[in-house]
Protein backbone atom coordinates (compact mmCIF):
# COMPACT_ATOMS: atom_id res chain seq x y z
CA UNK A 1 0.00 0.00 0.00
CA UNK A 2 1.18 3.37 -0.81
CA UNK A 3 2.56 5.70 2.09
CA UNK A 4 2.00 9.72 2.22
CA UNK A 5 3.96 11.95 4.51
CA UNK A 6 5.53 8.53 6.00
CA UNK A 7 2.80 7.93 7.53
CA UNK A 8 1.16 4.14 6.59
CA UNK A 9 -2.60 4.51 5.78
CA UNK A 10 -4.83 1.11 7.44
CA UNK A 11 -8.37 0.39 5.94
CA UNK A 12 -11.50 -1.27 7.00
CA UNK A 13 -14.45 -1.39 4.06
CA UNK A 14 -17.30 -0.75 5.65
CA UNK A 15 -19.86 -2.36 3.82
CA UNK A 16 -22.09 -5.55 4.19
CA UNK A 17 -22.91 -4.90 0.23
CA UNK A 18 -21.95 -7.72 -2.00
CA UNK A 19 -22.69 -5.08 -4.71
CA UNK A 20 -20.26 -2.51 -3.53
CA UNK A 21 -16.91 -5.00 -3.40
CA UNK A 22 -17.59 -5.82 -6.43
CA UNK A 23 -18.09 -2.44 -8.07
CA UNK A 24 -14.50 -1.79 -6.34
CA UNK A 25 -13.04 -4.33 -7.16
CA UNK A 26 -14.09 -4.24 -10.85
CA UNK A 27 -12.10 -0.94 -11.10
CA UNK A 28 -8.54 -2.36 -10.54
CA UNK A 29 -8.94 -6.05 -12.50
CA UNK A 30 -11.22 -8.22 -14.47
CA UNK A 31 -13.62 -10.65 -12.25
CA UNK A 32 -13.10 -14.42 -12.53
CA UNK A 33 -14.55 -16.91 -10.75
CA UNK A 34 -17.56 -14.12 -10.50
CA UNK A 35 -20.90 -13.89 -12.68
CA UNK A 36 -22.84 -10.75 -13.03
CA UNK A 37 -26.44 -10.27 -14.25
CA UNK A 38 -28.32 -7.00 -13.77
CA UNK A 39 -32.27 -6.88 -14.48
CA UNK A 40 -34.00 -3.34 -14.55
CA UNK A 41 -38.17 -3.20 -13.68
CA UNK A 42 -38.66 -0.09 -16.08
CA UNK A 43 -42.13 0.53 -14.53
CA UNK A 44 -41.20 0.43 -11.10
CA UNK A 45 -37.66 2.14 -11.14
CA UNK A 46 -35.69 -1.22 -9.57
CA UNK A 47 -32.48 -2.22 -10.48
CA UNK A 48 -31.85 -6.17 -9.66
CA UNK A 49 -28.16 -7.38 -9.62
CA UNK A 50 -27.48 -11.09 -9.49
CA UNK A 51 -24.01 -11.78 -8.69
CA UNK A 52 -22.87 -15.57 -8.33
CA UNK A 53 -19.48 -16.21 -6.84
CA UNK A 54 -18.66 -19.63 -8.26
CA UNK A 55 -15.24 -20.94 -6.79
CA UNK A 56 -12.62 -19.49 -3.96
CA UNK A 57 -10.84 -17.49 -6.21
CA UNK A 58 -13.83 -15.19 -6.81
CA UNK A 59 -14.40 -15.47 -2.99
CA UNK A 60 -11.12 -14.13 -2.45
CA UNK A 61 -11.70 -11.12 -4.98
CA UNK A 62 -14.40 -9.67 -3.81
CA UNK A 63 -14.62 -10.96 -0.03
CA UNK A 64 -17.59 -12.49 0.13
CA UNK A 65 -18.11 -16.61 0.78
CA UNK A 66 -18.86 -18.61 -2.52
CA UNK A 67 -22.79 -18.37 -3.28
CA UNK A 68 -25.31 -15.71 -4.63
CA UNK A 69 -26.26 -12.43 -3.84
CA UNK A 70 -28.86 -11.00 -5.01
CA UNK A 71 -29.53 -6.79 -4.17
CA UNK A 72 -32.78 -4.61 -4.98
CA UNK A 73 -32.18 -0.90 -5.41
CA UNK A 74 -35.03 1.69 -5.60
CA UNK A 75 -33.58 4.16 -8.37
CA UNK A 76 -36.57 6.58 -8.03
CA UNK A 77 -37.50 6.31 -4.61
CA UNK A 78 -40.60 4.81 -2.60
CA UNK A 79 -43.79 4.52 -3.74
CA UNK A 80 -46.46 2.12 -2.36
CA UNK A 81 -46.33 -0.06 -6.04
CA UNK A 82 -42.59 0.15 -5.90
CA UNK A 83 -42.89 -1.97 -2.20
CA UNK A 84 -45.16 -4.16 -3.62
CA UNK A 85 -43.14 -5.34 -6.17
CA UNK A 86 -40.35 -5.29 -4.15
CA UNK A 87 -42.36 -7.90 -2.04
CA UNK A 88 -42.82 -9.79 -5.02
CA UNK A 89 -39.48 -9.79 -6.18
CA UNK A 90 -38.29 -11.35 -2.27
CA UNK A 91 -41.41 -13.88 -2.40
CA UNK A 92 -39.61 -15.16 -5.87
CA UNK A 93 -35.84 -15.33 -4.25
CA UNK A 94 -36.61 -16.24 -1.35
CA UNK A 95 -38.58 -19.34 -3.53
CA UNK A 96 -35.96 -19.83 -5.53
CA UNK A 97 -33.29 -20.80 -3.19
CA UNK A 98 -35.92 -22.02 -0.53
CA UNK A 99 -37.87 -24.09 -2.85
CA UNK A 100 -37.90 -26.96 -1.09
CA UNK A 101 -38.54 -25.75 2.37
CA UNK A 102 -41.38 -26.33 4.43
CA UNK A 103 -40.81 -25.90 8.14
CA UNK A 104 -39.00 -22.12 8.69
CA UNK A 105 -37.32 -20.27 11.60
CA UNK A 106 -37.18 -16.64 11.01
CA UNK A 107 -34.55 -15.04 12.91
CA UNK A 108 -34.98 -11.18 13.66
CA UNK A 109 -31.13 -9.92 14.51
CA UNK A 110 -30.35 -6.53 16.09
CA UNK A 111 -31.51 -4.51 18.91
CA UNK A 112 -35.40 -3.33 19.08
CA UNK A 113 -34.06 -0.01 21.01
CA UNK A 114 -31.44 1.12 18.61
CA UNK A 115 -33.52 2.00 15.90
CA UNK A 116 -31.13 1.47 12.81
CA UNK A 117 -30.66 -1.91 14.27
CA UNK A 118 -34.42 -2.68 14.77
CA UNK A 119 -34.68 -4.06 10.82
CA UNK A 120 -35.13 -7.68 12.27
CA UNK A 121 -37.31 -6.72 15.15
CA UNK A 122 -39.73 -4.91 13.40
CA UNK A 123 -39.88 -7.95 10.51
CA UNK A 124 -41.01 -10.02 13.14
CA UNK A 125 -43.56 -7.93 14.39
CA UNK A 126 -45.26 -7.86 10.89
CA UNK A 127 -44.51 -11.84 10.25
CA UNK A 128 -47.11 -14.32 9.58
CA UNK A 129 -46.13 -16.95 12.02
CA UNK A 130 -48.24 -20.25 11.69
CA UNK A 131 -45.95 -23.01 12.79
CA UNK A 132 -48.61 -23.18 16.37
CA UNK A 133 -51.38 -22.57 14.06
CA UNK A 134 -50.43 -25.86 11.30
CA UNK A 135 -49.20 -27.80 14.29
CA UNK A 136 -52.96 -27.43 16.40
CA UNK A 137 -54.67 -28.02 13.49
CA UNK A 138 -56.35 -24.12 13.19
CA UNK A 139 -54.75 -23.59 9.72
CA UNK A 140 -56.72 -24.24 6.82
CA UNK A 141 -54.49 -23.25 3.95
CA UNK A 142 -52.74 -26.52 2.92
CA UNK A 143 -49.81 -24.31 1.13
CA UNK A 144 -48.58 -22.68 3.85
CA UNK A 145 -45.25 -23.05 5.32
CA UNK A 146 -44.45 -23.96 9.44
CA UNK A 147 -43.04 -20.32 9.56
CA UNK A 148 -41.53 -20.07 13.94
CA UNK A 149 -39.90 -16.31 14.40
CA UNK A 150 -36.81 -16.01 16.72
CA UNK A 151 -35.57 -12.36 18.22
CA UNK A 152 -32.51 -13.22 20.19
CA UNK A 153 -31.72 -10.06 21.03
CA UNK A 154 -27.76 -8.66 21.23
CA UNK A 155 -25.01 -10.00 23.32
CA UNK A 156 -25.21 -6.74 25.72
CA UNK A 157 -28.69 -8.16 26.50
CA UNK A 158 -28.79 -11.55 26.77
CA UNK A 159 -24.66 -12.02 27.72
CA UNK A 160 -24.81 -15.28 24.94
CA UNK A 161 -23.57 -14.99 21.56
CA UNK A 162 -26.67 -15.13 18.62
CA UNK A 163 -25.46 -17.91 17.60
CA UNK A 164 -25.79 -20.05 20.26
CA UNK A 165 -29.38 -19.14 20.83
CA UNK A 166 -30.24 -19.32 17.26
CA UNK A 167 -28.19 -23.17 17.05
CA UNK A 168 -30.19 -23.76 20.61
CA UNK A 169 -33.59 -23.61 19.15
CA UNK A 170 -32.91 -24.80 15.73
CA UNK A 171 -31.44 -28.32 17.46
CA UNK A 172 -35.30 -28.37 18.67
CA UNK A 173 -37.15 -26.98 16.04
CA UNK A 174 -35.18 -28.77 13.25
CA UNK A 175 -35.95 -26.29 10.16
CA UNK A 176 -35.71 -27.05 6.87
CA UNK A 177 -34.17 -23.30 5.87
CA UNK A 178 -33.05 -20.53 8.21
CA UNK A 179 -34.02 -17.13 7.33
CA UNK A 180 -31.94 -14.33 8.74
CA UNK A 181 -32.83 -10.57 8.92
CA UNK A 182 -30.10 -7.90 9.68
CA UNK A 183 -29.52 -4.22 9.43
CA UNK A 184 -26.44 -3.49 7.41
CA UNK A 185 -23.69 -1.11 6.37
CA UNK A 186 -23.04 0.26 2.93
CA UNK A 187 -20.50 2.89 1.47
CA UNK A 188 -22.75 4.41 -0.75
CA UNK A 189 -25.41 7.13 0.98
CA UNK A 190 -27.80 6.52 -1.75
CA UNK A 191 -28.21 2.82 -0.83
CA UNK A 192 -28.91 3.66 2.74
CA UNK A 193 -32.50 1.92 3.28
CA UNK A 194 -32.79 2.13 -0.41
CA UNK A 195 -31.49 -1.59 -0.84
CA UNK A 196 -32.33 -5.28 -0.01
CA UNK A 197 -29.76 -8.26 0.08
CA UNK A 198 -30.36 -11.75 -0.24
CA UNK A 199 -27.83 -14.20 -0.26
CA UNK A 200 -27.97 -18.09 0.61
CA UNK A 201 -24.50 -17.88 2.23
CA UNK A 202 -25.47 -16.96 5.85
CA UNK A 203 -24.02 -13.71 7.79
CA UNK A 204 -21.29 -12.51 10.19
CA UNK A 205 -23.50 -9.78 12.36
CA UNK A 206 -22.18 -6.91 13.07
CA UNK A 207 -19.36 -7.27 9.91
CA UNK A 208 -19.91 -4.05 7.88
CA UNK A 209 -19.56 -1.81 11.56
CA UNK A 210 -16.34 -4.00 12.61
CA UNK A 211 -18.16 -5.69 15.35
CA UNK A 212 -17.92 -9.51 14.45
CA UNK A 213 -19.72 -11.95 15.97
CA UNK A 214 -19.89 -15.63 15.31
CA UNK A 215 -21.05 -16.35 11.53
CA UNK A 216 -24.43 -17.40 11.11
CA UNK A 217 -24.03 -20.25 7.93
CA UNK A 218 -24.89 -23.69 7.20
CA UNK A 219 -21.67 -25.10 8.64
CA UNK A 220 -22.41 -23.31 11.85
CA UNK A 221 -25.85 -24.33 12.12
CA UNK A 222 -26.12 -27.51 9.78
CA UNK A 223 -28.71 -25.75 8.01
CA UNK A 224 -29.76 -23.66 5.12
CA UNK A 225 -29.48 -20.00 5.78
CA UNK A 226 -30.46 -17.40 4.18
CA UNK A 227 -29.99 -13.80 4.94
CA UNK A 228 -31.73 -10.85 4.35
CA UNK A 229 -30.38 -6.90 4.96
CA UNK A 230 -30.80 -3.25 4.42
CA UNK A 231 -27.86 -1.30 4.77
CA UNK A 232 -28.87 1.60 7.57
CA UNK A 233 -26.07 3.33 8.60
CA UNK A 234 -22.51 4.42 6.43
CA UNK A 235 -19.21 4.97 8.06
CA UNK A 236 -18.29 9.03 8.63
CA UNK A 237 -14.80 8.27 6.99
CA UNK A 238 -16.51 7.33 3.98
CA UNK A 239 -18.91 10.31 3.77
CA UNK A 240 -15.30 12.71 3.92
CA UNK A 241 -14.02 9.83 1.66
CA UNK A 242 -16.85 10.44 -0.91
CA UNK A 243 -16.18 14.65 -0.20
CA UNK A 244 -12.54 14.10 -1.21
CA UNK A 245 -13.42 12.47 -4.07
CA UNK A 246 -15.98 15.18 -5.30
CA UNK A 247 -13.09 17.42 -4.43
CA UNK A 248 -11.11 16.19 -6.48
CA UNK A 249 -13.21 15.91 -9.65
CA UNK A 250 -14.57 19.84 -9.41
CA UNK A 251 -10.59 21.14 -8.68
CA UNK A 252 -7.67 21.40 -11.18
CA UNK A 253 -4.70 21.25 -8.84
CA UNK A 254 -1.51 19.10 -7.84
CA UNK A 255 -3.71 17.77 -4.50
CA UNK A 256 -6.32 16.28 -7.44
CA UNK A 257 -3.70 14.04 -8.89
CA UNK A 258 -1.91 13.24 -5.48
CA UNK A 259 -5.54 11.94 -4.19
CA UNK A 260 -6.69 10.47 -7.80
CA UNK A 261 -3.55 8.10 -7.47
CA UNK A 262 -4.73 6.28 -4.68
CA UNK A 263 -6.92 3.52 -4.30
CA UNK A 264 -10.31 3.56 -2.81
CA UNK A 265 -8.57 1.69 0.15
CA UNK A 266 -6.22 4.28 0.35
CA UNK A 267 -8.44 6.98 0.24
CA UNK A 268 -10.32 5.62 2.96
CA UNK A 269 -7.55 5.18 5.20
CA UNK A 270 -6.46 8.62 4.45
CA UNK A 271 -10.19 10.27 5.10
CA UNK A 272 -10.05 7.91 8.30
CA UNK A 273 -6.49 9.53 9.55
CA UNK A 274 -7.89 13.25 8.69
CA UNK A 275 -10.26 12.14 11.43
CA UNK A 276 -8.42 10.82 13.81
CA UNK A 277 -9.17 10.57 17.00
CA UNK A 278 -12.74 11.73 17.35
CA UNK A 279 -14.84 10.02 14.06
CA UNK A 280 -12.78 7.32 12.75
CA UNK A 281 -15.23 4.98 14.33
CA UNK A 282 -18.80 6.78 14.36
CA UNK A 283 -21.46 5.65 12.14
CA UNK A 284 -24.94 8.05 10.96
CA UNK A 285 -27.65 7.16 9.67
CA UNK A 286 -30.78 9.38 8.34
CA UNK A 287 -32.89 11.52 10.25
CA UNK A 288 -35.92 9.89 9.05
CA UNK A 289 -34.62 6.55 10.35
CA UNK A 290 -38.23 5.92 12.08
CA UNK A 291 -40.45 5.69 9.22
CA UNK A 292 -37.73 4.26 6.78
CA UNK A 293 -36.97 1.48 9.23
CA UNK A 294 -40.93 0.40 9.81
CA UNK A 295 -41.43 0.54 5.49
CA UNK A 296 -38.69 -1.35 4.81
CA UNK A 297 -39.37 -4.14 7.24
CA UNK A 298 -43.06 -4.20 5.94
CA UNK A 299 -41.84 -4.55 2.95
CA UNK A 300 -39.41 -7.71 3.66
CA UNK A 301 -42.25 -9.33 5.83
CA UNK A 302 -44.74 -9.17 3.12
CA UNK A 303 -42.16 -10.03 0.74
CA UNK A 304 -41.44 -13.47 3.32
CA UNK A 305 -45.33 -13.79 4.08
CA UNK A 306 -45.83 -14.46 0.71
CA UNK A 307 -43.41 -17.19 -0.19
CA UNK A 308 -44.77 -18.81 3.28
CA UNK A 309 -48.04 -19.05 1.43
CA UNK A 310 -49.60 -16.02 3.58
CA UNK A 311 -50.20 -13.15 0.01
CA UNK A 312 -48.61 -9.95 -0.06
CA UNK A 313 -51.68 -8.10 1.97
Not at 242 to 249: F, I, M, S, T
Not at 272 to 294: C, G, H, Q, S, W
Not at 295 to 301: D, G, V
Amino acid sequence: MKQQSDKVYTFSCHTDLAVELKEEMEKRQELTGVDVLTRSYRYHGIEETHIEIKNEEGANLIGKPVGHYVTLEMKHGRKKTVENKLAQIIADVLSRYGKEADNLLVVGLGNHQVTPDALGPQVLDKLAVTRHLIRYGYSKNPHQKKVSALCPGVMAQTGMETLEIVKGVAEELKPDLILVIDALAARNCERLNRTIQLCDTGISPGAGVGNNRQEMNEQTLGVKVIAIGVPTVIAVPTILCDALAEYRNQQENADKETFRDLTWEEQFALARNLMEPYFTDLFVTPKNIDEEIAQMSSCIARGINAYTGGGLA
